[in-house]
């Protein structure tokens, strides 16, 4: 088999000149003299689709990846030309088509500098092996320039003059460079003289991407088959490009339950119910919070999906209700291999119906998995995720599980060289009948649909909770997502640090990674530290493969137990911080966690940050991530930040150490920010909140927070049922005030917020509350700069 992409020109084909265009609203076509059509799609000002085919036909234009939601239209669209160069210009972005061979280049329209242009441009090997073509990209490098994201790779943030490849694989204890791992998300962003671009490579075959590694100053692209299909997301500011980036592919269809960001804990495995039972009081005993328990594998009979083990489990209802009533969500296993056993009405039913995935000659793909021989539900056909969905009835609605864990989906099988199917597998993907080779980097994701429809229907009026290994672009749709099975090592606790990073920046940011490490143990420091980092994830698990060891908070002895205590109060005190910076997401598509580079792009020392990170808006983390450490140097981004624990001012833009023994973190408060936190509960809805806390963070000049709140669950939010505070701080030399606009039909249950004041540079001699004044005492509360009042001011005016 001869596939020379290693040897850029030889075998490769190329578009020859343009011999017609057409124009059909936003639609515009090149077709050129040896047969290609490059069609460009104009979907708005700053997001064109590029679409080429070399057959003078296109395939019928179907995409798991982009939403039908995203958002078209756009302000301003013209195409002229010159003697060399079609022009289409929008009021972002200028690009030009060549036509003497159909290269394209990108302009900013504000200034017309060169944002991007292609080297080679398109170009192809027909592949008489694989059938198709192979299709490739390349672009020149700009100087300078950076790229980021690309989901769930395992190396720096950077990666420049590296090679990645996307093919969804099962990588148990994976380390630093495992390339591929468990998601396929074919999206980068690149970064030079200040301005930033993406590009989505919306091609499922298995792909690979090249950062200037294979020559120093190009960048390409190409796939095993299908299209040349790409998205062009203009910034400048990389945060509009990845915004962009999640308008496309989608944002989460609902928020969360609140429960499902508190911390869940989870082992390979916890049984029977004696241990379950066990497990989840030594929570409470310890007056450790806590929100979830999970059940792997071992519950089920026989490892038959659907089914309980009547030794373990004799009475899952009853234990589920109990479990409940102590505050614990009961979030249970599925995988995909469904048992081959004529008594097991799942298999039986998915045989009769005829929704198990074939091979090209028409026998069933059989392959091993924990239940022994399997066959594998197709989940790209519409009509079987259907069926499956309904499998979650008893489970959701009778039995009272309220999350489900989909693991294997990659898929996964054992025993055989490649770990997956075979390329011969047959898949419906919507009507669009193809083998493995197309289908299998969304097979995953397709199950983790199906499961979130299941979820969806039976959890009603709830929010459903999915979480999934596999994923491609677009999951984030449906369900939450770990890193896999990583190694209870140092170096794994950066590698989660960038995997949470890169997530979020790739439009998926309800992730984690296993908390204190799957493989292997770790020795009570590691766990703590890992936990600290842990706590700052969208995603918050505790997990292990459980035949190292134990790997509960309390497994290290109590010096650690404390840390991982206060860590976890800290991570439920800042909930409605979170809930306000998921909903955030949810919304808008802003990422929960922004790498510096994605924070402030225009500080060139951000390029090459990995470990800082910010959470939500206004907090900058920085895991410790080696042994005995009492601190350590981080990169502060230009601005004022408070040290969390002692409210030392920092000014940044420059690298400092930081003190931080092993019961602390580096934890940092933008100046101005207004922190919203709950009391310490032991699980979401433990307590009624009475009153919201406000961190307030004086700073001389203005800034901005938000509260966002609502019922916790359900979806009377969509509905208007929310409050939405917005705070705007303004602070002089000798006054602060603080305005708030509330909006939403949500009436919170507290009435007070409990304000305490941070860095105030005067003494307070006089406060008033929308113009009326307060005498101090009546307000303070145990320290001068504590005040109590009421929720409902619209200005409060601190003078000193
Ligand atoms: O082949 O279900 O990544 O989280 O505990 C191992 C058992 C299968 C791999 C998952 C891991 C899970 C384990 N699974």
């Given at each position: 088999?001869?596939?020379?992409?290693?040897?850029?020109?030889?075998?490769?084909?190329?578009?020859?000149?343009?011999?017609?265009?057409?124009?059909?609203?936003?639609?515009?076509?090149?077709?050129?003299?040896?047969?290609?059509?490059?069609?460009?799609?104009?979907?708005?000002?700053?997001?064109?689709?590029?679409?080429?085919?070399?057959?003078?036909?296109?395939?019928?234009?179907?995409?798991?990846?982009?939403?039908?939601?995203?958002?078209?239209?756009?302000?301003?669209?013209?195409?002229?030309?010159?003697?060399?160069?079609?022009?289409?210009?929008?009021?972002?972005?200028?690009?030009?088509?060549?036509?003497?061979?159909?290269?394209?280049?990108?302009?900013?329209?504000?200034?017309?500098?060169?944002?991007?242009?292609?080297?080679?441009?398109?170009?192809?090997?027909?592949?008489?092996?694989?059938?198709?073509?192979?299709?490739?990209?390349?672009?020149?490098?700009?100087?300078?320039?950076?790229?980021?994201?690309?989901?769930?790779?395992?190396?720096?943030?950077?990666?420049?003059?590296?090679?990645?490849?996307?093919?969804?694989?099962?990588?148990?204890?994976?380390?630093?460079?495992?390339?591929?791992?468990?998601?396929?998300?074919?999206?980068?962003?690149?970064?030079?003289?200040?301005?930033?671009?993406?590009?989505?490579?919306?091609?499922?075959?298995?792909?690979?991407?090249?950062?200037?590694?294979?020559?120093?100053?190009?960048?390409?692209?190409?796939?095993?088959?299908?299209?040349?299909?790409?998205?062009?997301?203009?910034?400048?500011?990389?945060?509009?490009?990845?915004?962009?980036?999640?308008?496309?592919?989608?944002?989460?269809?609902?928020m969360p339950a609140l429960w499902a960001l508190g911390y869940h804990q989870c082992?390979?495995?916890y049984?029977?119910?004696?241990?379950v039972k066990?497990i989840t009081?030594?929570f409470r005993?310890?007056?450790?919070p806590c929100d979830a328990i999970y059940l792997d594998?071992?519950y089920?009979?026989?490892?038959?999906?659907?089914?309980?083990?009547?030794?373990?489990?004799?009475?899952p209802k009853r234990m589920v209700k109990e479990l409940a009533d102590d505050g614990f969500k009961t979030i249970v296993i599925i995988?995909?291999?469904?048992?081959?056993?004529?008594?097991?009405?799942?298999?039986?039913?998915?045989?009769?119906?005829?929704?198990?995935?074939?091979?090209?000659?028409?026998?069933?793909?059989?392959?091993?998995?924990?239940?022994?021989?399997?066959?594998?539900?197709?989940?790209?056909?519409?009509?079987?995720?259907?069926?499956?969905?309904?499998?979650f009835?008893?489970l959701v609605e009778d039995i009272g599980v309220k999350g489900v864990w989909?693991?294997?989906?990659?898929?996964?099988?054992?025993?055989?060289?490649?770990?997956?199917?075979?390329?011969?597998?047959?898949?419906?993907?919507?009507?669009?009948?193809?083998?493995?080779?197309?289908?299998?980097?969304?097979?995953?994701?397709?199950?983790?649909?199906?499961?979130?429809?299941?979820l969806k229907?039976f959890s009603?009026p709830k929010r459903p909770f999915v979480i999934?290994?596999?994923?491609?672009?677009?999951?984030?749709?449906?369900t939450s997502?770990?890193?896999?099975?990583?190694?209870?090592?140092?170096?794994?606790?950066?590698?989660?640090?960038?995997?949470?990073?890169?997530?979020?920046?790739?439009?998926?940011?309800?992730?984690?990674?296993?908390?204190?490490?799957?493989?292997?143990?770790?020795?009570?420091?590691?766990?703590?530290?890992?936990?600290?980092?842990?706590?700052?994830?969208?995603f918050c698990r505790t997990h292990?493969?459980?035949?190292?060891?134990?790997?509960?908070?309390?497994?290290?002895?109590?010096?650690?137990?404390?840390?991982?205590?206060?860590?976890?109060?800290?991570?439920y005190?800042?909930l409605?911080?979170?809930?306000?910076?998921?909903?955030?997401?949810?919304?808008?598509?802003?990422?929960?966690?922004?790498?510096?580079?994605?924070?402030?792009?225009?500080?060139?020392?951000?390029?090459?940050?990995?470990?800082?990170?910010?959470?939500?808006?206004?907090?900058?983390?920085?895991?410790?991530?080696?042994?005995?450490?009492?601190?350590?140097?981080?990169?502060?981004?230009?601005?004022?930040?408070?040290?969390?624990?002692?409210?030392?001012?920092?000014?940044?833009?420059?690298?400092?150490?930081?003190?931080?023994?092993?019961?602390?973190?580096?934890?940092?408060?933008?100046?101005?920010?207004?922190?919203?936190?709950?009391?310490?509960q032991q699980y979401v809805g433990e307590?009624?909140?009475?009153?919201?806390?406000?961190?307030?963070?004086?700073?001389?000049?203005?800034?901005?927070?938000?509260?966002?709140?609502?019922?916790t669950d359900g979806?009377?939010?969509?509905?208007?049922?929310?409050?939405?505070?917005?705070?705007?701080?303004?602070?002089?030399?000798?006054?602060?005030?603080?305005?708030?606009?509330?909006?939403?039909?949500?009436?919170?249950?507290?009435?007070?917020?409990?304000?305490?004041?941070?860095?105030?540079?005067?003494?307070?001699?006089?406060?008033?509350?929308?113009?009326?004044?307060?005498?101090?005492?009546?307000?303070?509360?145990?320290?001068?700069?504590?005040?109590?009042?009421?929720?409902?001011?619209?200005?409060?005016?601190?003078?000193?």
């Amino acid at each position: 088999m001869i596939l020379n992409t290693e040897l850029e020109y030889k075998g490769n084909l190329f578009p020859s000149k343009i011999v017609s265009y057409e124009k059909n609203l936003n639609v515009l076509s090149f077709t050129t003299a040896n047969g290609v059509i490059l069609e460009v799609t104009v979907r708005r000002d700053s997001v064109l689709r590029f679409r080429y085919t070399t057959t003078g036909i296109f395939d019928n234009d179907f995409s798991y990846a982009i939403t039908k939601y995203a958002s078209r239209g756009y302000n301003h669209l013209e195409v002229t030309e010159d003697d060399s160069n079609y022009i289409i210009t929008t009021s972002k972005l200028i690009c030009k088509i060549s036509k003497l061979d159909l290269r394209t280049s990108m302009f900013d329209a504000n200034d017309n500098s060169l944002i991007c242009e292609d080297e080679l441009g398109f170009h192809w090997e027909e592949s008489y092996e694989l059938g198709g073509d192979i299709v490739k990209m390349s672009k020149t490098a700009q100087p300078g320039e950076s790229y980021y994201g690309l989901g769930d790779k395992p190396v720096d943030n950077n990666l420049k003059g590296k090679r990645f490849e996307n093919w969804v694989t099962d990588s148990y204890a994976y380390g630093r460079d495992t390339d591929p791992i468990y998601k396929t998300i074919p999206f980068y962003t690149a970064l030079h003289n200040k301005k930033s671009y993406g590009i989505f490579f919306d091609n499922t075959f298995r792909s690979f991407f090249d950062f200037c590694n294979e020559r120093r100053n190009i960048t390409s692209f190409w796939a095993q088959g299908g299209e040349m299909n790409y998205y062009f997301i203009y910034g400048p500011e990389m945060s509009d490009v990845v915004v962009n980036y999640t308008d496309l592919t989608g944002k989460p269809h609902e928020m969360p339950a609140l429960w499902a960001l508190g911390y869940h804990q989870c082992k390979w495995s916890y049984y029977p119910e004696s241990n379950v039972k066990e497990i989840t009081a030594k929570f409470r005993e310890l007056q450790i919070p806590c929100d979830a328990i999970y059940l792997d594998i071992d519950y089920m009979e026989g490892f038959r999906c659907f089914t309980w083990s009547k030794e373990y489990f004799p009475d899952p209802k009853r234990m589920v209700k109990e479990l409940a009533d102590d505050g614990f969500k009961t979030i249970v296993i599925i995988d995909p291999g469904i048992k081959i056993d004529m008594e097991y009405s799942v298999f039986k039913e998915g045989l009769e119906k005829d929704y198990f995935c074939k091979r090209a000659d028409g026998p069933y793909m059989k392959g091993k998995v924990w239940p022994g021989e399997c066959y594998f539900p197709d989940f790209t056909n519409p009509e079987v995720r259907d069926w499956w969905s309904n499998l979650f009835k008893e489970l959701v609605e009778d039995i009272g599980v309220k999350g489900v864990w989909n693991d294997m989906n990659e898929p996964a099988v054992m025993d055989v060289p490649g770990k997956t199917f075979p390329d011969d597998v047959r898949h419906d993907y919507d009507g669009n009948q193809c083998s493995h080779k197309k289908a299998h980097n969304v097979y995953g994701m397709q199950m983790a649909r199906a499961t979130y429809q299941g979820l969806k229907k039976f959890s009603y009026p709830k929010r459903p909770f999915v979480i999934t290994r596999a994923a491609y672009s677009g999951t984030q749709r449906y369900t939450s997502s770990w890193t896999g099975d990583n190694i209870a090592t140092w170096d794994h606790l950066t590698i989660a640090n960038l995997q949470a990073q890169r997530m979020c920046m790739s439009g998926f940011s309800f992730v984690g990674s296993d908390i204190g490490g799957f493989a292997e143990q770790p020795n009570g420091e590691l766990y703590a530290r890992w936990i600290q980092l842990g706590i700052f994830h969208p995603f918050c698990r505790t997990h292990s493969s459980g035949d190292h060891g134990d790997q509960e908070p309390w497994a290290f002895g109590t010096t650690i137990t404390d840390v991982v205590r206060k860590f976890i109060e800290l991570r439920y005190q800042l909930l409605p911080y979170l809930y306000t910076a998921f909903w955030r997401y949810a919304e808008e598509g802003v990422p929960i966690l922004k790498s510096l580079v994605l924070y402030d792009q225009h500080d060139p020392q951000t390029h090459y940050r990995n470990d800082e990170f910010i959470f939500g808006e206004k907090i900058l983390a920085c895991p410790i991530t080696g042994p005995n450490q009492n601190g350590r140097r981080m990169y502060f981004p230009v601005g004022k930040w408070y040290n969390f624990w002692t409210d030392e001012i920092i000014e940044g833009g420059t690298e400092q150490w930081v003190n931080a023994d092993l019961d602390s973190m580096p934890i940092f408060v933008k100046a101005g920010a207004i922190i919203p936190k709950y009391p310490i509960q032991q699980y979401v809805g433990e307590k009624t909140i009475d009153e919201l806390s406000l961190d307030v963070y004086y700073t001389e000049g203005k800034e901005t927070s938000q509260v966002y709140e609502d019922a916790t669950d359900g979806y009377d939010y969509i509905k208007g049922r929310y409050s939405l505070r917005d705070f705007n701080l303004s602070g002089k030399k000798n006054e602060l005030i603080i305005q708030q606009h509330k909006s939403g039909k949500f009436t919170t249950t507290y009435k007070t917020f409990k304000v305490s004041l941070h860095g105030l540079p005067f003494k307070i001699s006089k406060v008033e509350v929308d113009n009326v004044i307060i005498p101090f005492e009546d307000l303070k509360l145990n320290g001068s700069n504590t005040l109590r009042l009421t929720k409902e001011f619209t200005e409060l005016h601190i003078i000193g």
